[in-house]
């Protein structure tokens, strides 16, 4: 076997290598994993293993100064502890492809693709990855103390090939970049991809003291999603200068950060051109989620709307302090500026901050306190709207003389507000034709769902739950029921599920002089609703109908998927 170049041992039982190992002078290739025991390798042998370029073991005793004997080396994988790195002079040869992960485990089967490496429940000296930091791609760091920021405190040009990066629980970390004066050309993070934070208890922002000068410094220009939780001294994420290079943000999520007061940071006088007050940045960004950011007052408060024409979902739950969004304007084209395609809020304060020429004024809109939205803005985009526990919010739509036109939304979802009085205005009616589920639950100064006048054509309707709203009388409210001479049949071909439950004030579902044909329906689920008059009865061919009388009636139900009454 003198001339072998490949061995791989795992999983066999053998934990323990022998000196004879040295005789496979022509070996490449080692691969050792022991099946629970750490492996225990001979002191000198590795560092004899001349010709070796690739070098995989898990739980192990190596002494790493013996990797430098290794001049071949160009791939490495290792589980090691932090008592390994009692050597204040080693440094980790430079590598090509490498998983080297401290105080903690890997899949010992993952293809070196990537270069990783995972520092966890560390405080000494990071010296010894020094040339690792120059093309790692994959770093994470969890629980590595004394160490203030990452860029200068391990280098200035450094973590230029990285891609993602992972911080958990590094207590004394206060800044990813820490430029408090000129320290000369810094760069870093210049290809970070994905960046997630979370339970760093001293964090105060991602960047310190960085000026308009310092754009090309750290524009962190490529990432695309991150993550920040738990983080309660964070008061901003993002400073402007910051914020405008960022080009490529698709996902953002942020969580359980307490003290956080603005996503993207006021600009400075100096950071903004002479004729534009608005800072215009992530133009892709997609996703956008806050949770449980109880100080959180402003998102994006001069950002331009204009830059964020790719937003498809805005979800901010419980962040009582609220107080603006976005700055709501009109294109150079004079074309109001659409909504996110999904908008769900829950628990907050302020909601909408608009800039209308109509009212030469800056105009702030309070959701939690009467109106949602109000002025002249384009809701075509929206698909989703989702308004939790507003319950001061007594009207959605504030007209002002403006058509309100919801032609792409989907799905509607009201839960406890409880002081909400009307939900469309008449002008919306004809704009409904793509709405496919409604669900109204704890709306108790509700009266009508759809106050029209007449009752809308909604051919997409799929599901109707309405629960809970004490003061409901109608569904579809006309403006005068006794006018209606002739029956008029109105279809719902797609409507598969119907619920009316605790709905001690609901006179009727289908208005007087109607006829609904239900010709899709399988779930009805009526409870609760004393003063019900409508009737439903099913036909031969098993289509439910709907009419309104004076008394209550179910007729001819036989195959059912559900049905409570």
């Known amino acids: 076997m003198r001339s072998l170049e490949i061995l791989a041992l795992i999983s066999t039982g053998i934990d323990e290598i022998s000196e004879e190992l040295v005789k496979l002078s022509t070996l490449k290739y080692l691969r050792l994993s022991g099946v629970e025991a750490t492996m225990k390798i001979p002191p000198k042998l ?40 009692s050597q204040e002079d080693f440094v980790f040869p430079k590598l090509r492809r490498y998983h080297i992960v401290v105080d903690d485990c890997f899949s010992f089967w993952e293809e070196l693709t990537i270069r990783r490496l995972t520092i966890q429940n560390f405080s000494s000296s990071l010296s010894a990855f020094n040339n690792l930091f120059c093309n790692v791609e994959n770093l994470k760091w969890k629980k590595v103390s004394g160490r203030k920021n990452i860029v200068p405190s391990i280098g200035k040009k450094v973590l230029n090939e990285l891609t993602s990066l992972e911080l958990d629980s590094c207590d004394d970390m206060e800044f990813l ?12 993070f210049s290809n970070l991809v994905e960046l997630n934070i979370q339970s760093m208890v001293s964090l105060k922002g991602l960047c310190y003291d960085l000026s308009p000068s310092h754009h090309a410094i750290a524009s962190l220009t490529r990432l695309k999603v991150v993550t920040i939780k738990s983080c309660p001294k964070l008061k901003t994420i993002f400073p402007p200068c910051v914020a405008q290079s960022m080009l490529c943000m698709e996902k953002l999520y942020i969580s359980n950060c307490d003290g956080l007061e603005q996503v993207i940071g006021f600009a400075l006088e100096e950071e903004v051109t002479k004729n534009d007050s608005r800072l215009y940045c992530c133009p892709k960004l997609r996703i956008l989620k806050i949770k449980d950011c109880s100080s959180l007052k402003y998102v994006c408060a001069n950002t331009s709307t204009q830059g964020l024409q790719s937003l498809e979902s805005v979800k901010i739950r419980h962040s009582p302090q609220l107080m603006q969004i976005f700055k709501m304007e ?12 999904r908008l769900v809020l829950s628990y907050v304060e302020i909601i909408w901050k608009t800039n209308m020429s109509a009212l030469n004024e800056d105009c702030i809109v309070v959701g939690n306190h009467e109106k949602v939205f109000q002025g002249g803005h384009s809701f ?47 002008t919306t009616a004809r704009s409904l034709s793509h709405l496919t589920n409604i669900t109204v639950t704890n709306c108790g100064n509700l009266k009508s769902l759809f106050p029209f006048g ?21 569904v579809f409210e006309l403006e005068d029921e006794l006018e209606v001479v002739a029956k008029e049949e109105m279809k ?17 579902f289908s208005p007087k002089g109607y006829h609904f044909v239900l010709s899709a329906l399988e779930d009805l689920r009526v409870r609760d609703c004393p003063k019900l008059t409508t009737s439903f009865s099913i036909d031969s061919q098993e289509f439910v109908h709907c009419e309104t009388k004076i008394d209550v009636i179910f007729v001819g139900f036989r195959k059912w998927s559900e049905l409570i009454l």
């Open 492 to 508: 719902f071909d797609k409507l598969r599920k119907l619920s009316l439950k605790e709905l001690p004030s609901l006179i009727h």
């Open 380 to 426: 075509s985009r929206i698909k989703e709207l989702c308004l939790v526990n507003l319950f001061e919010m007594l009207i959605i739509w504030s007209n002002f003389a403006q058509v309100v036109t919801l032609e792409n939304l989907t799905t509607l979802l009201l839960i406890y507000c409880k002081k909400l009085r009307y939900i469309f205005l008449p």
């Open 454 to 474: 007449f009752v809308p054509i909604l051919p997409k309707l799929q599901c109707l739950e309405v629960k809970r709203n004490s003061k409901l009388e109608q």
């Open 46 to 85: 590795v560092s004899r293993l001349i010709s070796l370029q690739e070098l995989h073991v898990k739980e192990n005793d190596i002494n790493l100064l013996e990797l430098n004997s290794l001049s071949r080396l160009t791939a490495l994988s290792l589980e090691l502890s932090t008592n390994q790195f």
């Open 330 to 341: 009109q294109n150079e084209n004079g074309q109001d500026v659409v909504l996110p395609q």
């Open 177 to 188: 970049i820490d430029i408090t004066r000129d320290q000369g050309l810094t760069v870093a």
